[in-house]
């Protein structure tokens, strides 16, 4: 489901503006969490924790997906999905650099055969890659880094329950981009073309099971071991890019996405006690 997100987003794309598009998924996400907390009788989170949900809010909605979208204007879904698989290099460091995790040389090394594997899908340093599309890798670097901050700010700061804090977080993010949008002049208007209304669709289902998914899984794991699922996208998003939006399937595409796998293998594949330190058990936390 996640690796379909960049390829509905680039059909969006389309007929919606993206920032204007990514303030509306947010918003009736936002809304949709906002009713289960409010028919659960759940906490909505006060003093720190509060403070961070609106960071996560900035970070993981409003930030990373300001860039998501943008950069999808310009490269293919597959492509920016091996660029963001540099979200685990990013988090390594950032939660190590606040104290969340021993820093791991093994782990850095594997990440950073990831990135070069990013490097030759995304055909930096040859003759052939357009120009046009750098603005579009960069964008996907700058949100890799948002994500990053966004789980380590979910392990920095109190918990708050998973709903109430992405009720916070998506309105935080969808009033940001929504201001945003109107800030570059986009237009607002709603889409009438069945492949986006079926493209918004999906992109609203999907962010309501992932980050409710997202959450339940990063109170169990670490900050950096939760981010390995983007090592893991590029898979269903290069093949349903190529079935949905005709992009091609270069040798470059495949032989970068063989140094990810082999990057997160090394990363992941740590000795017990790594293992243990990166994916804690539930019953161990305290």
């Given at each position: 489901?996640?690796?379909?997100?960049?390829?509905?987003?680039?059909?969006?794309?389309?007929?919606?503006?993206?920032?204007?598009?990514?303030?509306?998924?947010?918003?009736?996400?936002?809304?949709?969490?906002?009713?289960?907390?409010?028919?659960?009788?759940?906490?909505?989170?006060?003093?720190?924790?509060?403070?961070?949900?609106?960071?996560?809010?900035?970070?993981?909605?409003?930030?990373?997906?300001?860039?998501?979208?943008?950069?999808?204007?310009?490269?293919?879904?597959?492509?920016?999905?091996?660029?963001?698989?540099?979200?685990?290099?990013?988090?390594?460091?950032?939660?190590?650099?606040?104290?969340?995790?021993?820093?791991?040389?093994?782990?850095?090394?594997?990440?950073?055969?990831?990135?070069?594997?990013?490097?030759?899908?995304?055909?930096?340093?040859?003759?052939?890659?357009?120009a046009f599309s750098?603005?579009?890798?960069?964008?996907?670097?700058?949100?890799?880094?948002?994500?990053?901050?966004?789980?380590?700010?979910?392990?920095?700061?109190?918990?708050?329950?998973?709903?109430?804090?992405?009720?916070?977080?998506?309105?935080?993010?969808?009033?940001?981009?929504?201001?945003?949008?109107?800030?570059?002049?986009?237009?607002?208007?709603?889409?009438?073309?069945?492949?986006?209304?079926?493209?918004?669709?999906?992109?609203?289902?999907?962010?309501?099971?992932?980050?409710?998914?997202?959450?339940?899984?990063?109170?169990?794991?670490?900050?950096?071991?939760?981010?390995?699922?983007?090592?893991?996208?590029?898979i269903p998003s290069?093949?349903?890019?190529?079935?949905?939006?005709?992009?091609?399937?270069?040798?470059?595409?495949?032989?970068?996405?063989?140094?990810?796998?082999?990057?997160?293998?090394?990363?992941?594949?740590?000795?017990?006690?790594?293992?243990?330190s990166a994916f804690?058990?539930?019953?161990?936390?305290?």
């Amino acid at each position: 489901m996640a690796g379909g997100n960049a390829v509905a987003i680039r059909i969006s794309n389309r007929e919606i503006d993206p920032l204007y598009g990514a303030a509306g998924r947010f918003a009736i996400a936002a809304l949709v969490f906002a009713v289960v907390v409010v028919t659960g009788h759940a906490a909505w989170p006060r003093g720190r924790a509060l403070l961070g949900a609106v960071l996560y809010g900035v970070l993981n909605f409003a930030l990373a997906y300001g860039f998501i979208y943008e950069g999808l204007r310009s490269i293919h879904a597959g492509i920016a999905q091996v660029i963001l698989a540099a979200a685990p290099l990013a988090t390594i460091l950032l939660a190590a650099a606040f104290g969340l995790e021993s820093f791991s040389w093994r782990r850095l090394a594997g990440t950073g055969v990831a990135v070069l594997g990013i490097g030759v899908v995304s055909g930096l340093g040859s003759a052939g890659a357009p120009a046009f599309s750098l603005l579009g890798i960069g964008a996907m670097i700058a949100a890799a880094v948002s994500i990053a901050g966004g789980a380590v700010v979910v392990k920095l700061f109190p918990p708050a329950p998973g709903a109430a804090l992405n009720a916070i977080g998506m309105a935080v993010g969808a009033v940001l981009l929504g201001i945003a949008s109107l800030v570059t002049g986009e237009h607002w208007s709603v889409p009438t073309r069945p492949e986006t209304l079926a493209a918004v669709g999906f992109l609203i289902v999907s962010t309501i099971i992932l980050f409710a998914a997202f959450l339940f899984v990063i109170r169990r794991w670490s900050a950096s071991a939760t981010s390995y699922q983007f090592l893991l996208l590029p898979i269903p998003s290069v093949l349903l890019s190529a079935l949905l939006d005709a992009e091609p399937l270069t040798a470059s595409l495949f032989a970068g996405g063989l140094l990810v796998a082999a990057g997160a293998y090394t990363a992941l594949h740590s000795p017990t006690g790594a293992s243990r330190s990166a994916f804690p058990r539930a019953a161990r936390r305290p």
